[in-house]
């Protein structure tokens, strides 16, 4: 009886995408652009990307032991051992959250959202998939976006096009991430929402941080380089679209050590904001690694009549206890403005995150939030999270 | 549960005690890692206790906020057994709010400097060669006054000598350089612990 729930649940999720992270540095993996499609990260990965998630990041606990590394690897495509050609690769994306705020206090509220529903094709032309490109359309469940007083519920996530012109240069056009930082996938970090790289539109609950884009990619065995210029994302209001530029730059300090900067410039009619942040990432054991990011962020909206500055800071340490699980530990500090009447916000976290089989991926963070400020005290904040990524 | 002063110290005498006799308990049970060098820390840590601000019969619970520097020093203990453990002396001052306006009886004190020193015997735990997990109890120890202009007005705040249990990872950055990161809880009148920072192995 045991065998054919496990065969379901192999049949099942061997044909699953997943996103790959920063903090797969701890793999020996420092650029995104060997996994995904976006030379950055985030989306759909590719089918090097999808071999290396079964055979070294997803646990082999549920495989039957007659299926090996190479085996799970050839499995690994979205009809498994079928592959698609070159110009039809398909991937589709569910993430789901369970949260329960102020935990352990009267006030408690629990919720399920339902981050991500969405699907695309990515198609690769020419030699050496010289030509790409991409797209994401889907629901966001708890997202809706509102422009000219319509709800739209089904969007692009993305799309876009890449072009490797040169050896070690690759263009970009389209609905993609802005660029700036590490790209943390947590959209409540503090090093997502306040820089406004993780946001919710004035007017709706969606969660926006693509941009219309063209961007310049420069990799090279010692250091990557990217310029963006954006423009906003399409149904957002037009008050709120940002437009500006970004550029990052990170220097290898070492096979897998990584140091970098970035810079961010955007101005809508309602803000005009600018970033600048440093970064660090590196492997301190096999599977684990360390990320740090720091930076300021300067808002001046259009009624003030002076900007302010604050800063924010991430510590995240990944530590793979065996194959397929992480034990997760987060510090993060924000503050709006330099001065004493702006609160210094903590938030710590202690995790799991668990690869139980391929291109399933599961989440369990417990947060406490603590607010400090000179002339009052107030008591912690307890959230508990549980997270649900699956893709077919 | 708030405990007066007197109480307190009474009652931190007694898990002094306690502590100790788990620390030796571990001590034979712990294992001597050759990872485990001795090492400076400067970390950054904050706690929160519980506040009670009372006038004549009547009294109000709210939050007190430590955070400050913690300049640690690392050391290992053997046994002739073979057996060790780890033992975290440190210093820890910085400044400390309490109190909120929109309280009752309106008790806020601002910026209030302190000192203090902690102790914490750790078991470790060998995750890889540069990741070292710890386990422990500690004591802490730090020194404030609550000062307040009305004479009606006493204020306290958890404990002057607490218990904190405590977990910490610690990874080398490099040959000699490594971070550490610990989270915990007060045992007695208090509420979380966490402090991070970087360290240097002599």
Redesign the interface.
């Known amino acids: 009886m045991h065998f054919p729930f496990i065969g379901f649940l192999f049949t099942l999720f061997s044909v699953q995408t997943a996103s790959a992270y920063p903090q797969f540095i701890g793999y020996g993996y420092a650029t995104c652009v060997t996994c995904h499609y976006n030379g950055h990260g985030g989306g759909p990965i590719n089918d090097y990307g999808r071999a290396l998630w079964a055979t070294e990041i997803a646990s082999r606990w549920l495989y039957p032991k007659k299926v090996s590394d190479e085996r799970a690897g050839e499995l690994s495509g979205f009809l498994g051992a079928v592959q698609t050609p070159d110009y039809l690769k398909p991937h589709l994306k569910y993430r789901g959250l369970w949260n329960k705020t102020r935990y352990g206090s009267m006030q408690s509220e629990e919720r399920i959202y339902h981050m991500q529903l969405d699907g695309g094709i990515t198609s690769q032309f020419g030699p050496d998939g010289k030509y790409l490109l991409t797209g994401t359309w889907g629901t966001w469940p708890i997202g809706t976006m509102v422009r000219d007083q319509n709800v739209n519920r089904y969007l692009a996530r993305e799309y876009y096009g890449r072009v490797n012109a040169f050896e070690s240069w690759w263009f970009y056009g389209g609905l993609m991430e802005r660029v700036y930082g590490i790209r943390n996938i947590d959209h409540t970090s503090y090093s997502r929402v306040p820089t406004r790289l993780a946001e919710r539109s004035r007017n709706s609950a969606a969660i926006v941080f693509h941009s219309m884009a063209a961007m310049i990619h420069k990799i090279s065995e010692t250091w990557e380089g990217t310029f963006q210029y954006f423009i906003g994302h399409p149904s957002e209001p037009e008050d709120d679209q940002q437009k500006g530029f970004s550029a990052k730059y990170e220097h290898s300090l070492g096979e897998t050590m990584r140091l970098g900067a970035s810079f961010l410039n955007a101005e809508s009619k309602n803000l005009k904001s600018r970033l600048l942040g440093v970064e660090f990432r590196?492997k301190?054991?096999?599977g684990?690694s360390?990320m740090f990011e720091s930076g300021l962020i300067e808002d001046k909206a259009l009624t003030a009549t002076r900007s302010s500055i604050g800063s924010y800071s991430l510590?995240d340490?990944y530590?793979m206890?065996v194959r397929g699980y992480h034990l997760k530990?987060g510090?993060e500090r924000y503050n709006q403005e330099f001065n004493s009447q702006s609160p210094d916000l903590?938030q710590?976290s202690?995790g799991m995150m668990a690869f139980p089989i391929n291109r399933l991926e599961t989440r369990l963070d417990l947060i406490?939030r603590?607010s400090?400020?000179?002339?009052?005290?107030?008591?912690?904040e307890w959230v508990l999270r549980g997270q649900v990524h699956v893709s077919l | 549960m708030y405990h007066s002063k007197q109480r307190g110290f009474f009652v931190n005498k007694i898990y002094l005690s306690l502590l100790f006799s788990i620390c030796f308990s571990f001590a034979f049970v712990a294992e001597a890692l050759e990872f485990q060098r001795r090492g400076t820390s400067f970390l950054y840590s904050?706690w929160?206790e519980s506040?009670r601000v009372t006038r004549g019969n009547v009294y109000e619970d709210?939050?007190?906020?430590f955070?400050g520097m913690h300049l640690s020093q690392r050391g290992r203990v053997k046994f002739d057994n073979g057996n060790s453990f780890l033992i975290d002396l440190g210093v820890i001052f910085g400044?400390a709010?309490?109190?909120?306006?929109?309280s009752i009886l309106g008790y806020?004190s601002?910026?209030k400097n302190f000192f203090g020193g902690m102790i914490t015997p750790y078991i470790p735990l060998r995750?890889?060669?540069?990741?070292l997990f710890k386990l422990g109890p500690g004591l802490i120890y730090r020194s404030t006054k609550w000062l307040t202009e009305d004479p009606a007005l006493t204020v306290r705040s958890g404990a002057d000598l607490n218990v904190v249990v405590l977990g910490n990872?610690e990874?080398?950055?490099a040959e000699r350089l490594y971070?550490e990161?610990t989270?915990g809880t007060l045992a007695f009148n208090g509420?979380?612990f966490?402090s991070?920072g970087i360290g240097y192995f002599w």
Do not use: P, Y
Request: proline share 0%; net charge neutral.
């Open positions: 590196t301190i054991a096999e684990s360390f510590l340490t530590i206890l530990l510090v903590w710590w202690l406490q603590r400090l400020i000179s002339n009052s005290s107030s008591d912690d | 904050s929160l506040l709210g939050t007190a906020s955070a400044q709010q309490a109190g909120s306006s929109s806020v601002e910026r995750h890889s060669k540069t990741i990872v990874f080398q950055l971070m990161q989270v509420r979380a966490w991070f």
